[in-house]
């Protein structure tokens, strides 16, 4: 077994919970940084990787690491790497990546020296004009970080946050991984009632499911690592297989709501393509009148911000009228995401504590109440 060196890149503020996922499922050699986890293993634990973190946005296999303040220490590190060992003479090499505090800064010119260096060798190695690039795709992924410079390639391809499940989404949609998140943060196990009173198109009561349900987040859905040459064939099938007997179907007690019929119509949908249509309860309902329960339970949810949905004002009116509702609640937990600083002011309680957290660009604070 050859140990590799694998990167996920998560979202700021993740990064424990990934590193926490990723030794929970027995890897090896876990370190969280900013903004990604690294962790050890063979390309098959870089699949397996893939299929079941749930808060993670990809998965890249480190191919080197060199020093390269200089455009020609960045093009010979790139051209000594054998890419003929792993992209075929028909394979995609698309290049994408990002520089920092470095003096090679321009993120364009580095992705054209990467190029024309994978290009030479492949043309000199295939003995070839032009390559014609038709094939599987080998995402190329660098990062230039205080002049050292990592080569990747990319396993995921469409980001870990698309599960397949959700085809249609309400215009302020939280990813998916978001939404793990916040289940993760509150430790939900689907023994309690977990209620999302402003459920969109439904992504944290699926998460919440599915996580209570050891459904894994890759079971419906592809990787570009399937198609390249050098991997073991079926690898991912024979995990998907694997992680789909481990599966468990039965009611929980996850209450989804809307007050808008479209977005409960959408969270059907999307839960039934996740196959937790059957395990959750979904219905229409205005968060501002309902009755949330008083001994035991936890609400997780993402309200209006008033930034893709609503204006402000009209935000901080529901974050009033909710704190009302609520009130007297003793025994519910809430965990309350939004980007308005001022939301404990008018959701009218202070928070037990507080989690910084992007939701895409937007930063956000996860409200924490453990009590009533
Ligand atoms: C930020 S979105 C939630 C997005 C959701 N987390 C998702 O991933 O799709 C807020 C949702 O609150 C709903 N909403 C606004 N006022 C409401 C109310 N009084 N009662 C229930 N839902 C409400 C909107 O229809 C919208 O779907």
């Known amino acids: 077994m050859k140990i590799e060196q694998l990167i996920v890149p998560c979202l700021m503020g993740t990064e424990g919970l990934v590193a926490d996922e990723l030794k929970y499922n027995g890897f090896e050699g876990v370190a969280a940084e900013n903004g990604r986890v690294r962790f050890a293993g ?23 690491r060199f020093p390269a303040d200089t455009f020609e220490a960045l093009f010979q590190g790139v051209r000594a790497l054998p890419w003929e060992e792993w992209i075929g003479k028909d394979g995609a090499f698309p290049v994408r990546g990002h ?7 321009s993120v364009p010119s580095c992705q054209s020296i990467i190029k024309k260096a994978v290009v030479e060798r492949l043309r000199e190695k295939y003995n070839t004009a032009w390559l014609e690039e038709t094939g599987p795709k080998y995402q190329i992924q660098f990062s230039i970080n ?9 396993m995921t391809g469409a980001p870990l946050y ?25 430790r939900y196990r689907g023994r309690e009632d977990l209620i ?46 694997e992680y789909r007997e481990q599966e468990r179907h039965e009611k929980l007690p996850i209450l989804a709501s809307d ?28 968060a501002l009148k309902m009755q949330y329960p008083i001994e035991r339970g936890v609400v997780i949810t993402n309200p209006p911000y008033g930034q893709r ?16 509702q609520m009130r007297g609640c003793e025994g519910l937990k809430k965990y309350i995401i939004t980007s308005d600083e ?10 037990d504590k507080k989690r910084k957290l992007y939701n895409g660009m937007i930063r956000c604070d996860l409200y924490m109440y453990f009590r009533g």
């Not at 209570?212 to 419906?220: K, T």
């Not at 479209?262 to 205005?286: F, H, I, P, W």
Request: charged residues 30%; proline residues 2%; hydrophobic residues 45%.
């Open 42 to 64: 063979d390309l098959a634990e870089g699949a397996r990787a893939n299929v079941i973190l749930r808060c993670g946005e990809r998965v890249l296999w480190q191919l080197a």
């Open 99 to 105: 520089c920092l505090d470095s003096r090679l800064h």
């Open 146 to 154: 205080r002049d050292v410079a990592e080569i990747c390639l990319d």
């Open 162 to 186: 698309k599960r397949g499940y959700k085809q249609e989404s309400n215009v302020a949609t939280i990813r998916e991984t978001l939404a793990a998140s916040m289940v993760k943060i509150a």
């Open 196 to 241: 999302d009173p402003f459920c969109g198109s439904g992504t944290i009561a699926i998460e919440a499911a599915m996580a209570a349900l050891n459904i894994m987040p890759g079971v419906r859905r592809s990787f570009d690592a399937e198609n390249w040459a050098f991997m073991d064939k079926g690898i991912f099938d024979d995990l998907r297989e």
């Open 259 to 286: 007050i808008d019929p479209a977005c409960v119509e959408m969270t059907r949908e999307n839960a039934r393509r996740a196959g937790v249509d059957d395990c959750m309860e979904v219905r229409r309902a205005d």
């Open 309 to 324: 949905m609503l204006d402000i004002e009209q935000a901080r009116r529901i974050y009033r009228l909710l704190g009302r």
């Open 342 to 351: 001022e939301f404990e002011t008018h959701f009218g309680m202070k928070a």
